[in-house]
């Protein structure tokens, strides 16, 4: 006899909650690492918060 597999009831049920959280984090990220590898050391030499908490 086949036992249950309860994961893919569960992952559908909790995509279908959950995939707007997901999809915004996956954006946010997107956005951030984008602009993060768009920074220069010019830019960090003129940017006020860096010269505030540079050590």
């Not at 959950?18 to 830019?43: C, H, Q, R, Y």
């Amino acid at each position: 006899m086949r036992k249950f597999d309860p994961w893919p009831v569960f992952f559908k049920r909790e995509w279908n909650r959950n995939w707007p959280f997901l999809v915004g984090f996956a954006i946010t990220g997107t956005i951030i690492t984008k602009f993060s590898l768009g920074l220069t050391d010019e830019d960090a030499k003129n940017s006020p918060f860096v010269q505030r908490h540079k050590k």
